[in-house]
C-alpha cells in the first residue's frame, strides 16, 4: 500500500463549478496536512495547512481532514480559470511527503 | 522577508556533461534546505535535504550530489548527466524544526539529450 495515495485526474470543470480534491494515507503518524499548489512551469506554493481533524476555511478554499478514515479533501468554491493548476496534497511528522498532484483545469 | 532564488531556470545539456544547480535563500538563518526532482506528471521525489552546512543526507542513490558550502547556499551537481536525469529540480527551504512547511523557488528545468 502507498504511503499517499491522490485521485490523478486531470479534472476539467467549468467556472463557477464545485471542485473536490482528494488523498489517502496509511501512515498514522502524520501530524500535518497540507495542500500545495502548483502552477505549470512554477514551484509549489503552500495553500492550505492543518493539523487537526475537521474543516479549515480560507476564501474559496475549505480543507477537510478525517484523521479516523485517513483522507483529505481540499474544496473549492465558485472555482475560477485562474485556479487551474496542478494541487499536491502533502503530510508531514518528520520528512514531507507528497501525493502525485491532480492537474486542475477550470473553463471559462 | 524571506526569498529563495534557483537558477538556472532552463538547461540543455549533453549525456555525459557535468551538471550545476544553485539555490540561495535570503532573509532567513540556518534553514533545512532540499533538492526534489519533480517528473512530468508525478509527484515530488526528495533527493537530497541538509540541516546546516556541510551536511547532506541522501535519500535516493542516483547519479547526483548536493553540497552546502554556505548557510544559505545549497547545490546540486553531477559528474556526468544521464537521460535519466531529466526533469524539473526544485529547491526548497523550511524553518529548522518546523512543522513541515516548504517554501520552493521557481525550479530548474534540466533537458538532457
Known sequence: ?108 | SQTIHQWPATLVQPVGSPLSLECTVEGTSNPNLYWYRQAAGRGLQLLFYSVGIGQISSEVPQNLSASRPQDRQFILSSKKLLLSDSGFYLCAWSLAGAGGELFFGEGSRLTVL
Do not use: H
Not at chain 1, 18 to 29: D, E, F, G, M, R
Not at chain 1, 78 to 106: H, M, N, R, W
Open chain 1, 1 to 108: 500500500q502507498k504511503e499517499v495515495e491522490q485521485d490523478p485526474g486531470p479534472l476539467s470543470v467549468p467556472e463557477g463549478a464545485i471542485v473536490s480534491l482528494n488523498c489517502t494515507y496509511s501512515n498514522s503518524a502524520f501530524q500535518y496536512f497540507m495542500w500545495y499548489r502548483q502552477y505549470s512551469r512554477k514551484g509549489p506554493e503552500l495553500l492550505m495547512y492543518t493539523y487537526s481533524s475537521g474543516n479549515k476555511e480560507d476564501g474559496r478554499f475549505t480543507a477537510q481532514v478525517d484523521k479516523s478514515s485517513k483522507y483529505i479533501s481540499l474544496f473549492i468554491r465558485d472555482s475560477q480559470p485562474s485556479d487551474s493548476a496542478t494541487y499536491l496534497c502533502a503530510f508531514g511528522g518528520g520528512k514531507l511527503i507528497f501525493g502525485q498532484g491532480t492537474e486542475l483545469s477550470v473553463k471559462p
